[in-house]
């Protein structure tokens, strides 16, 4: 099978809330990209589900989060696989500046984020 990721994949444990059809699952995420991530739980959710994510970086009383809203893109033992689709400008550079920190390298993250962003408009 063919992987059909093109933006670079950190390590990343954080706490996250995913909420779909009604129901809000907690998990662990384990690694992000600007596109996506994977998020450890034992729930499931139908591929192609639209869900609403919050990702927590912080558990002060004024937590800093990302929030996301994306597609059930795959489902595993033990987890699931989420597309970004959509997520607001301050969530998109708290998202950067993980990648960035934890891949080490801006410049090739901001790449891909140009490209997929001109993909998405020569889809369009």
Known sequence: ??????????????????????????GEVTDVSLHGLYMETGEQIPVGSPVEITIYLSSTTEPVVIN?????????PGGIGCAFDKMDVESFAHLRSIISYQGGDESKVMAEFSEYIVRKMHDE
């Open 1 to 26: 099978m063919k992987d059909r990721r093109n933006f670079s994949r950190v390590d990343f444990r954080v706490s996250a809330l995913l909420q779909a059809e009604g129901v809000a699952i907690k």
């Open 68 to 76: 996301v809203k994306g597609t059930v893109a795959r489902l595993v």
